[in-house]
T-cell receptor
Framework: SQQGEEDPQALSIQEGENATMNCSYK?????LQWYRQNSGRGLVHLIL?????REKHSGRLRVTLDTSKKSSSLLITASRAADTASYFC????????FGAGTILRVKS | GAVVSQHPSWVICKSGTSVKIECRSL??????MFWYRQFPKQSLMLMAT?????????EQGVEKDKFLINHASLTLSTLTVTSAHPEDSSFYIC?????????????FGPGTRLTVL
């Protein structure tokens, strides 16, 4: 069953702007992972944040985790047209359970 | 490293036929592989967990007799869609977990687009 709920469902921004995607989940987790999927392709792992971490950075990506609110956010700074893709959060409590995803479109 | 391939990348078949999809970990050993299904503009739904040398574990609602999984080696898992029907048309994605991984680190294949006529 799907555990993660993501918002927004779709996001359209101009190149150079920041994009923020949110994910909420229902049960306890070991870690939370974010993935990217280009249209019709497989998933690419972006970043993992453990349940005892609150924030993590990787290049232009910033992920936060609030276990009290059971929510996470993914921030992409200085977006590029090549960032256009679907982004999924996945909670890990033994197996990965994916959220509904956010479709991001970055216009050049 | 950590590349996972799928074959074929797309397949079109007639209703009633069976289709086999292969998932290979190219540069690492994977005791555990996963099979997901994705409908257009939707998320990934886990179908089953494939363990090398043992029976697959299917998620609730997934027919094990329809979706046959074989994980005969540490680098290969196959999914066979038996007696395929148009409602089985979907994007099937596999992932592989590196043996000895400290967390649920999965590497995903590029997916297989199945169209059943």
């Amino acid at each position: 069953s799907q555990q993660g709920e993501e918002d927004p469902q779709a996001l359209s921004i101009q190149e150079g702007e920041n994009a923020t995607m949110n994910c909420s989940y229902k049960t306890s987790i070991n870690n939370l992972q974010w993935y990217r999927q280009n249209s019709g392709r497989g998933l690419v792992h972006l970043i993992l944040i453990r349940s005892n971490e609150r924030e993590k950075h990787s290049g232009r990506l910033r992920v936060t985790l609030d276990t009290s609110k059971k929510s996470s956010s993914l921030l992409i700074t200085a977006s590029r047209a090549a960032d256009t893709a679907s982004y999924f959060c996945a909670t890990d409590d033994d197996k990965l359970v994916f959220g509904a995803g956010t479709i991001l479109r970055v216009k050049s | 490293g950590a590349v996972v391939s799928q074959h074929p990348s797309w397949v079109i078949c007639k209703s009633g036929t069976s289709v086999k999809i292969e998932c290979r970990s190219l540069d690492f050993q994977a005791t555990t592989m996963f099979w997901y299904r994705q409908f257009p503009k939707q998320s990934l739904m886990l179908m089953a967990t494939s363990n090398e040398g043992s029976k697959a574990t299917y998620e609730q609602g997934v027919e094990k007799d329809k979706f046959l999984i074989n994980h005969a080696s540490l680098t290969l898992s196959t999914l066979t869609v038996t007696s395929a029907h148009p409602e089985d048309s979907s994007f099937y994605i596999c992932s592989a977990m590196r043996t000895g991984s400290s967390y649920n680190e999965q590497f995903f294949g590029p997916g297989t687009r199945l169209t059943v006529l």
